[in-house]
Nanobody
């Protein structure tokens, strides 16, 4: 069982930056690939970024590539999402999620159904 708690959301002006954190419970954090997703009002939850269990592989949605950076510290059971050059369309509830890798070191996934555990989300608002 893995419990995930996001933090760091808030209100920022367009063009600004915000950093999100996701703290995981349990001693098996390093066995999971991690992902960030977001959901805006009236829209489906969408993939933002993912990172492999070692941090060696990352993947980004085209809409955030070159603006967002995902990273992780396995010693702290934490995954991060640094968001720069924020746009009003980035406003959403951001969720982190954990996907079992079954030993695949470079595994990342964009599919919601591949993720086994989800946090409660943190709100990100961007003013224009």
């Amino acid at each position: 069982q893995v419990q995930l708690v996001e933090s760091g959301g808030g209100l920022v002006q367009a063009g600004g930056s915000l950093g999100l954190s996701c703290a995981a419970s349990g001693r098996t954090f390093s066995r999971y690939a991690m992902g960030w997703f977001r959901q805006a009002p009236g829209k489906e939850r969408e993939f933002v970024a993912a990172i492999s269990l070692s941090g060696g592989s990352t993947d980004y949605a085209d809409s955030v590539k070159d603006r967002f950076t995902i990273s992780r510290e396995n010693a702290k059971n934490t995954v991060y999402l640094q968001m720069n050059s924020l746009k009003p369309e980035d406003a959403a509830i951001y969720y982190c999620a954990a996907a079992a890798t079954r030993g695949r070191v470079s595994y990342t996934t964009r599919s919601l159904s591949d993720y086994d555990y989800w946090g409660q989300g943190t709100q990100v608002s961007v003013s224009s």
